[in-house]
């Protein structure tokens, strides 16, 4: 990597686990939920129980939780059409997000928005975005908002590898740059932009983060497998944020497990190596957590397969919480248009 | 009792909307290129910046798509953005930012956000800007639900529907004539003076044939209506003001006073405002109608830039006057 760029490639110490044993719990818990409500996700999708188009976020766990885990609850955060996690992280309800799947009334949209428009405006989640890049805008807006209120917030705008060719990102990180907002752009690199590596279509020497020395941030490429390297990057990026110092870049290396979305085939028969999979399905950031706090004394199996159960437990109550909603009324078709 | 008026510019009821509001609320703020310290490249917005600072009156970058972005998300978290884009041309730009983001939040939410955005930009030819500089697309926001659109003629009417955009919860856009700033007309004195979306105005009484007019095309409308006076014909001129929402009552009322109907608008012809409006004129007015709605737009051609060539492609009151009397001459009158 070029010094001139100024990129901090970031991964902690597998031997330690330097947070708060509630800490991590809680950031284990979190990373569960979302890998069980995925997991739920591709059932009731291949049940015919869910339509439309649903992109799983699971292995990328660990980018999600180890931002949001920096955040407080009214910080801004910008999500994707990979949504779920991010939504999960920041402290979105399962059994609403499940309706919301389900298209049912007691979604978190009524079910008029769907997978790809979960937003929960009391979190301060803008709302996930079927447009690549189209959270940009509005992570760099929200921030611009809370440093003239004074609010002291800061927004996350995350995004896949995909966004960074878009024109939104760079209009955005410059807005952003010039008048020191603070909104971190957070990278989720799971090296596929649905069917197509990003090496192939992306202009950068190694890391997608040298796109930051352009706009005058500080970038860091994270192992985003990682939760604790993610965690302790968004602590110091966030801080930094509120001082009022400006934007920054996060790239968190990650992959995908799954396909671009439930149903589109077998990756490793078309786009993708079995290699180069099994590669990332050993850096799997839910077990190599559990390892760290197995080594930390903080639990012991038994208690991680309780977690487990009750985490599932959780989540199957969603399902029969969604299950059991009814659709909106047609009368509700025209409300909302307007505010 | 009458509130009393003054006469002021187009221009600087652009300014006056936009200050008095910005005094009345203090997370309104103004933002678009050379907006601030040069007062916009119309020199509409002078004298903002010293007012309110730079903070609230801001210079950005051109870069549309990154400012409606901006606006859009600045918008949903508690503040009322003012977004300039200098020509409605540029709108392309930022497209995705407002019909995709801002239109749908408050609807694919649930109802949870909404996005409370104005959008000033400009419309309209004649001052040889060529094919970049001087469209008139405000068909293209008007057709995305969760979009309010106004396109005001007067000074009273911008100051009044740009002061209820601002007001407003929802996404507006203001498209302003840019042929029109200096313009005088006589506008209420009063600090809270508003115009309600969806109620049109009637310019001038009739009883021969309605004008639909828009935005610069409600001038012309009205020279057209003194010519044809002239010769005997009354003219009736309704302004919409709003595209989104559309007052259709005020224009099927006129309709059945004058048994007759022309829609001018100075955009496109083709799947444009004139095509909605003489469509809806037929389907909802048709058993008052003693001849066909006749419409009357641009030429389908990029607007050029010769001074031989621009005013051959933009309506103007000869070809309405010619429009109407064919009206009378195709019907027995």
Known sequence: MSESLELITTSSDEGTLPLPEPQCREIYDKMLTIRRFEEAVLEIYTQGLMRGLAHLYIGQEASAVG?????????????????????????????????????????????????????????????????????????????????????????????????????????????????????????????????????????????????????????????????????????????????????????NKTYRYRGHHVGDGDPEKTYRTQEETDTWLAKDPIPRFARRMLKAGMVDEAELESIDADITKRVE????????????????VTDHVYA | MSTPERVITYGEAVREAIAEEMRRDETVFFMGEDVAAAGGVFKVTVGLLDEFGEERVRDTPISEAGIMGAGVGAALTGMRPIVEIMFGDFITIAMDQIVNQAAKMCYMTGGQASVPLTIRTTIGAGRSS??????????????????????PSTPADLKGLLKTSIRDDNPTVIYEDKMMYGLKGPVPDDDDYTIPFGVADIKR??????????????????????MLDKEGVSVEVVDPRTLSPLDMDTIIRSVEKTSRAVVVDEA????????????????????????PVKRVGAMDVPVPFSPGLEPETIPDEAKLVRTVQGLFHDVAV
């Open chain 2, 205 to 226: 009484e009739g009883s021969d044939v309605t004008l639909v007019a828009t935005s610069s095309m409600v001038h012309t409308a009205l020279k057209a209506a003194d």
């Open chain 1, 67 to 251: 931002i949001c885990s920096a955040l407080n609850d009214d910080d801004y955060l910008t999500s994707t059409h990979r949504g779920h996690g991010h939504l999960i992280a920041k402290g979105g309800k399962v059994d609403r997000m499940m309706a919301e799947m389900m298209g049912k009334v007691d979604g978190y949209n009524r079910g008029k928005g769907g997978t790809m428009h979960i937003a929960d405006m009391s979190l301060g989640i803008l709302g996930a975005n079927g447009i690549v890049g189209g959270g940009m805008g509005m992570a760099t807006g929200a921030a611009l908002s809370g440093k003239m209120r004074g609010s002291g917030q800061v927004a996350v705008c995350f995004f896949g590898d995909g966004a960074i060719n878009q024109g939104a990102f760079l209009e955005s990180a410059n807005l952003a740059s010039i008048w020191s907002l603070p909104v971190l752009f957070v990278c989720e690199n799971n090296h596929y932009g649905e069917y197509t590596a990003a090496s192939d279509v992306t202009a950068v020497r190694e890391h997608v983060a040298e796109r930051a020395a352009g706009f005058d941030m500080p970038a860091m490429v994270v192992d985003g497998n990682d939760a604790v390297a993610v965690h302790q990057t968004a602590v110091e990026m966030v801080e930094r944020a509120r001082a009022g110092e400006g934007p920054c870049l996060i790239e």
């Open chain 2, 268 to 291: 496109y012809r083709s799947y444009g405002v004139t095509g909605e409006l003489a469509s809806r004129i037929a389907d909802e007015a048709f058993d008052y109608l003693d001849a």
């Open chain 1, 317 to 332: 109550d969603a399902v029969t919480f969604a299950n059991d909603s009814p659709y909106p009324t047609a009368d509700e």
């Open chain 2, 130 to 151: 060529a094919a970049q500089h001087s469209q008139s697309l405000q068909a293209w926001l008007s057709h995305i639900p969760g979009v309010k659109v106004a396109i």
